[in-house]
C-alpha cells in the first residue's frame, strides 16, 4: 500500500504535466520530491535521489513530445529510459549507493509507453498531450 501511495503520487505528477505541458519541467520534479518525502517518512527509503529529481526536469524540458499515438508512446519510453540512466548516473557521480537494473529499466518504460498510450486512447486522440511529460517513476535502491 506504501508503494502504490508514492506511485499514485507520481502519477499524479505526470497528469498534472500531462493536462499543462507548460509546467511539466516544474510539475514532474516536485512530484519526484514529493514521493521521495513521502517514502522517507514511511520507511521505504534513507534519504533522496537527487539524480531522480533532476532526471524529472531534464526530460520533462529537453525531449520534444512526439505527433500522434506513436509520437506519444516514443516520447513516454524515451524519458522513462534517460530518467531511469540520468538519475543512475548522477546518483552514482554523488557517491551514492545505487544499484542499476535492467528489470526495473525496461519495467518503467513499459509502464510509460503503455501509459501515454491509454491517456491519447482517452483523450480521444485530439492531444498528443498524453506523452508530453511522462516519465516512469525512478525506483533505485539507496543504501
Known amino acids: 500500500c506504501r508503494?502504490?501511495?508514492?506511485?499514485?503520487?507520481?502519477?499524479?505528477?505526470?497528469?498534472?504535466?500531462?493536462?499543462?505541458?507548460?509546467?511539466?519541467?516544474?510539475v514532474m520534479p516536485l512530484g519526484e520530491a514529493a514521493?521521495?518525502?513521502?517514502?522517507?517518512?514511511?520507511?521505504?527509503?534513507?534519504?533522496?535521489?537527487f539524480g531522480a529529481i533532476a532526471s524529472a526536469y531534464f526530460t520533462?524540458?529537453?525531449i520534444p513530445a512526439g505527433d500522434g499515438f506513436w509520437g506519444a508512446v516514443n516520447t513516454a519510453a524515451t524519458r522513462a529510459a534517460v530518467s531511469y540512466d540520468m538519475s543512475y548516473?548522477?546518483?552514482?557521480?554523488?557517491?551514492?549507493?545505487?544499484?542499476?537494473?535492467?528489470?526495473?529499466?525496461?519495467?518503467?518504460?513499459?509502464?510509460?509507453?503503455?501509459?501515454?498510450?491509454?491517456?491519447?486512447?482517452?483523450?480521444?486522440?485530439?492531444?498528443?498531450?498524453a506523452g508530453n511529460a511522462t516519465t516512469a517513476p525512478v525506483v533505485q535502491k539507496v543504501a
Do not use: C, H, M, W
Not at 507520481?10 to 500531462?18: G, K, M, N
Not at 521521495?36 to 535521489?49: P, T
Open 3 to 26: 508503494k502504490l501511495t508514492a506511485t499514485l503520487i507520481r502519477v499524479v505528477a505526470s497528469v498534472v504535466s500531462a493536462a499543462f505541458p507548460v509546467v511539466a519541467a516544474y
Open 35 to 49: 514521493a521521495q518525502k513521502y517514502e522517507n517518512n514511511v520507511g521505504l527509503r534513507n534519504g533522496y535521489s
Open 60 to 62: 520533462a524540458q529537453f
Open 89 to 129: 548516473a548522477i546518483d552514482k557521480a554523488l557517491g551514492q549507493d545505487v544499484s542499476y537494473s535492467l528489470r526495473d529499466r525496461y519495467t518503467g518504460i513499459a509502464a510509460a509507453g503503455v501509459g501515454a498510450a491509454i491517456g491519447f486512447i482517452g483523450s480521444g486522440g485530439a492531444t498528443t498531450s
